[in-house]
């Protein structure tokens, strides 16, 4: 009998801290399970805030989400789904092993991730994408890896949100899992630029002979270092004021790693962030209604005032 996908998630995530250049493939013969299983564990716990990326075989961006000590509170949350979700603890032998590993964590909590807690939500939700989108894109993830560790071009047939299909030839730098789907970033001949790809846009995925060589400070650690999701640009500091349930909201959560939360009167807080780029914070906003009011910059308070202009008719 197989493996518990928790059980499995736990195994996977020390394979990655003991072992180098594992593929998909070498992920699913060491479960027993297909390269399919692999991809959707890797969403799961990249859900949980773990984080992972391909570059010649997937690997940690950080080996500090799991620490002994001083957990913040998505790591907390990801051991306790853990221990919830496991078999073992409905067994004679480790029934109380894992309430005693329990009441440890809990022990050792902050008094910040306690307070989250107090008014998080105990259960959880992994949002993968649909079997569609996965059917649609998993037989390239192979292609993409194979590209990547072999540091060979590749030619792709892709269909962007804003040029529509199109033809290119790209260097593949490495695979990351964002905001509900994988993306790969590559150096884009077409664009002469690095640009990131949906991988379940990619329609055509072929591996060129051509080689190339990577430069050195483009890699998964920090490419999207201050970005709010995907979309890079130029640092802008935005502060929005948040009153009723959105305050509450963004107090319970974190969202960025360069944001503060500041309270401010009749339970209203500020928050202040600087990202790269507007787009993905500006819709972030929007999803909040009357309950966000940009402070600064002027710019994105312009545009957002224009868009429920056009909303309202």
């Known amino acids: 009998m197989g493996m518990s996908k928790s059980d499995r998630l736990l195994y996977i995530l020390n394979l990655l801290r003991s072992r180098k250049n594992l593929n998909a493939g070498r992920l699913a013969e060491e479960c027993g399970v297909t390269e399919r299983s692999i991809y959707r564990d890797i969403i799961s716990l990249s859900e949980c805030q773990v984080p992972i990326y391909f570059d010649n075989g997937y690997k940690l961006a950080s080996d500090n989400f799991l620490p002994t000590l001083n957990f913040d509170y998505d790591e907390y949350h990801l051991i306790k789904l853990a221990l919830e979700s496991t078999p073992l603890r409905k067994t004679p032998r480790y029934a109380g092993v894992v309430k005693r590993v329990r009441a440890k964590i809990e022990a050792g909590l902050s008094d910040g991730v306690r307070q989250k807690r107090k008014f998080s939500s105990e259960t959880t939700r992994i949002d993968i994408t649909s079997d569609d989108e996965v059917k649609k894109g998993e037989r390239f993830y192979g292609v ?38 994988f993306y790969f970033v590559a150096f884009c001949r077409l664009r002469n630029d690095f640009r990131t790809f949906r991988i379940d846009r990619v329609h055509k995925a072929e591996i060129l002979q051509e080689s190339f060589r990577k430069k050195r400070d483009v890699n998964a650690e920090t490419y999207f270092e201050d970005s709010w999701q995907i979309y890079i640009g130029e640092p802008i500091e935005v502060v929005v004021n948040f009153v009723g349930a959105a305050a509450r909201v963004v107090q319970m959560s974190s969202h960025h790693p360069r944001e503060s939360v500041k309270p401010l009167a009749n339970g209203a807080v500020e928050y202040r ?13 929007l999803g909040f209604g ?12 312009d545009r957002i005032r224009d868009i429920g202009r056009v909303i309202a008719g």
């Not at 962030?273 to 906003?285: D, H, K, L, N, P």
């Not at 009357?290 to 308070?301: E, F, I, Q």
């Open 144 to 181: 993409i890896e194979e590209a990547i560790s072999g540091e060979q071009c590749l030619r792709l047939g892709y269909d962007s949100i804003t040029s529509g299909m199109t033809d290119r030839v790209v260097e593949p730098y490495f695979i990351i899992f964002k905001g509900r789907a």
């Open 273 to 285: 962030v600087v990202t790269r780029g507007i787009e993905e914070i500006q819709r972030w906003i």
């Open 290 to 301: 009357a309950d966000a009011r940009v402070v600064s910059p002027g710019s994105l308070r």
